[in-house]
């Protein structure tokens, strides 16, 4: 199906939709799940979204940064890798700050779930072992109480 903002959306196997959307330059993901909801209502969400997409990454980074920075800071930055000769060798990378780990960060993909639920998954820039950075907020488009996780 072709939307005048989303583009062109194709349904997979599983009847959800997806796509992807031009952002800062280059192309991000975009999934629709209905979750019981009537489509429209999802893809209602999904155009506001959009729309909304700059403030939205900004609340999305910002919440990541609260709420994963001090993680990163404390575990994530320190490790231990394979030297490549059989042996290992620690690294320990330094602390950042906010406005570093919102800069190091990449919006992927976004997900809208049902006619509430905005998801951004991020690029984690080497922060945290190609991890991951899952951003979501259960109130539509105004992104004002993003969650933070990591996954993979």
């Known amino acids: 199906m072709h939307d005048d903002l989303l583009g062109e959306l194709s349904e997979d196997e599983h009847g959800f939709l997806k796509g992807s959307v031009t952002y800062e330059g280059r192309q991000v993901s975009l ?9 429209e ?36 930055r320190q490790f231990i890798r394979a030297d490549g000769q ?3 060798v620690e690294v320990s990378n330094p602390a950042i700050a906010a406005e570093e780990f919102k800069t190091a960060i990449r919006l992927a993909s976004v997900t809208i779930i049902g006619d509430e ?16 950075i899952v951003v979501a907020s259960f109130d539509g488009a105004t992104f004002a ?7 993979g």
């Open 145 to 151: 109480d993003p969650h933070a996780t990591l996954t």
């Open 41 to 76: 209502a999802c893809l209602a969400l999904a155009r506001l979204v959009v729309v909304a997409l700059p403030e939205i990454d900004r609340k999305g980074k910002a919440g990541a940064a609260d709420q994963l920075l001090s993680e990163y800071n404390e575990s994530w």
């Open 117 to 132: 639920m905005a998801q951004l998954i991020y690029d984690d820039g080497a922060l945290f072992a190609g991890h991951a």
């Open 31 to 39: 999934q629709l799940m209905n979750d019981d909801e009537p489509m």
């Open 86 to 88: 059989g042996g290992f």
